[in-house]
């Protein structure tokens, strides 16, 4: 019980951290992102510096963004762990959000129709704020066999369309199963690994950002 109060109170802290950060952003960036997603997103084993909000948010800059990335990853999170925390771990005041779950719901073999409608909630409650998405795709483990995978699969091109967001493919694109990339646990990115995500995604971030500029003017 205890270590589940624990976990609870850092989760509530994480947020609430993440909720002051972007509003002590708002007068500092013009476009302030919010990385909504798991352990990929919170960067599971390593320091803050080195996790793909901070990582992306060094990259933009360098490339003349004015920008603020928030991370609220949370490690082992589901798209229903998400969709329960979305309004409180996206605060008032985001430009934008770069949407990474649905990985432990493949890896736990969770029903592809319950991950479709919660990522489907978590676009409609974000096109609600006019918050423009970056929804990033995953993939599933084979070992479930080829119907999981493809009716996983299909989810985020489907919902990235229905919902006007944009898509990256798939967020561990150059990364996943190269040994130089990862953790000892083989599925979490190491530093170089979130830096090929950074240097990958990029592009699309940046159509992200033109977006929320768009938008603005």
């Given at each position: 019980?205890?270590?589940?109060?624990?976990?609870?109170?850092?989760?509530?802290?994480?947020?609430?951290?993440?909720?002051?950060?972007?509003?002590?952003?708002?007068?500092?960036?013009?476009?302030?992102?919010?990385?909504?997603?798991?352990?990929?997103?919170?960067?599971?084993?390593?320091?803050?510096?080195?996790?793909?909000p901070a990582q992306l948010e060094k990259a933009l800059k360098q490339r003349g963004h004015d920008?603020?990335v928030a991370n609220a990853g949370v490690s082992g999170d589901t798209t229903s762990g998400g969709l329960q925390r979305l309004d409180w771990a996206v605060p008032e005041?985001?430009?934008?959000?770069?949407?990474?779950?649905?990985?432990?719901?493949?890896?736990?073999?969770?029903?592809?129709?319950?991950?479709?409608?919660?990522?489907?909630?978590?676009?409609?409650?974000?096109?609600?704020?006019?918050?423009?998405?970056?929804?990033?795709?995953?993939?599933?483990?084979?070992?479930?066999?080829?119907?999981?995978?493809?009716?996983?699969?299909?989810?985020?091109?489907?919902?990235?369309?229905?919902?006007?967001?944009?898509?990256?493919?798939?967020?561990?694109?150059?990364?996943?199963?190269?040994?130089?990339?990862?953790?000892?646990?083989?599925?979490?990115?190491?530093?170089?690994?979130?830096?090929?995500?950074?240097?990958?995604?990029?592009?699309?971030?940046?159509?992200?950002?033109?977006?929320?500029?768009?938008?603005?003017?």
């Amino acid at each position: 019980m205890a270590s589940l109060l624990l976990g609870a109170a850092l989760v509530v802290a994480t947020a609430t951290l993440n909720r002051s950060t972007a509003q002590e952003n708002k007068g500092a960036a013009s476009v302030r992102i919010v990385a909504f997603g798991d352990s990929l997103t919170a960067g599971f084993e390593l320091p803050p510096v080195a996790a793909f909000p901070a990582q992306l948010e060094k990259a933009l800059k360098q490339r003349g963004h004015d920008v603020a990335v928030a991370n609220a990853g949370v490690s082992g999170d589901t798209t229903s762990g998400g969709l329960q925390r979305l309004d409180w771990a996206v605060p008032e005041g985001t430009d934008a959000v770069i949407l990474e779950l649905g990985a432990n719901d493949a890896l736990r073999g969770v029903s592809p129709q319950t991950a479709r409608a919660n990522l489907d909630a978590i676009l409609t409650r974000l096109a609600e704020r006019k918050i423009a998405v970056l929804l990033a795709g995953m993939r599933s483990p084979r070992n479930w066999g080829k119907d999981y995978v493809d009716e996983f699969e299909k989810i985020y091109p489907e919902l990235a369309n229905k919902h006007g967001a944009l898509l990256y493919p798939f967020f561990m694109e150059g990364v996943a199963m190269q040994a130089e990339m990862v953790l000892d646990d083989g599925l979490h990115p190491n530093p170089g690994g979130v830096a090929k995500i950074v240097e990958l995604i990029l592009p699309h971030v940046e159509t992200l950002i033109g977006r929320v500029d768009t938008a603005a003017n």
